[in-house]
């Protein structure tokens, strides 16, 4: 892998993989296509390059069928597939100290992307922005992302009414907005100015 380009974590790969699976689509059949030689059981190699990634990405969606499979797969995701990074979430005070670790230790994950915390009166933003090197994200990405952060805060509070403010996205919807409410309990705003989850601050102040 050229050093030039940013790096994705093999644990991350898994779990689009993971994703893919569970919609019927074996991960075997994604690195033919792609002529990618991964050892899923021995983790290896550690990474892939964010292009690489990005391939799988487009794979998995494709043969997936599936025009919620980003969010499918955001709801899927545990601390696992975070590797050290999960821990130190899981092991954080509260839900905001949670949010600070995984944003720090984020590029253990993935040098793709970066996730960025605001304050506005008595909510709090979390904002996510890509950092493609050659290859654009999809909405899937966008979607997998924010449906991840909202499962994960649930997960980590053993909370499942734990309900978002807001969703904004910079894309347009997909065909049925009910999905998107089942998800969420809210309907997102879209063709925004950028990708973000807002909580009541109350909420990340909640011990773990």
Known sequence: MNADHKRVSIHWVKAI???????????????????????????????????QTQ????????????????????????????????????????????????????????????????????NVWIHFSPKPDNKPFSRHQHESII????????????????TPLQVTFPHAPAPDLGFYQNVFSVIPKFKQTETAIQFPKEILKRTL
């Open 17 to 51: 993989l993971a994703a893919a699976q569970s919609l019927g689509v074996e991960p075997s059949a994604i690195l033919q296509d792609l002529k990618l030689h991964l050892d899923l059981d021995a983790n290896e190699p550690a990474y892939l390059s964010l292009d």
């Open 55 to 122: 391939d799988i990405w487009a794979k998995a969606e494709e043969k997936s069928g599936h025009d919620f499979f980003g969010l499918m797969m955001g709801q899927r995701v545990r601390p696992a597939y975070f590797h050290a990074v999960g821990y130190l979430a899981m092991t954080s005070e509260n839900l905001m100290q949670a949010y600070e670790n995984f944003m720090s230790y984020m590029p253990l994950i993935s040098e793709g992307a970066q996730l960025s915390m605001s304050f506005e009166g008595p």
């Open 147 to 162: 449906a991840l952060l909202l499962a994960f805060s649930r997960w980590l509070l053993g909370d499942e009414s734990v």
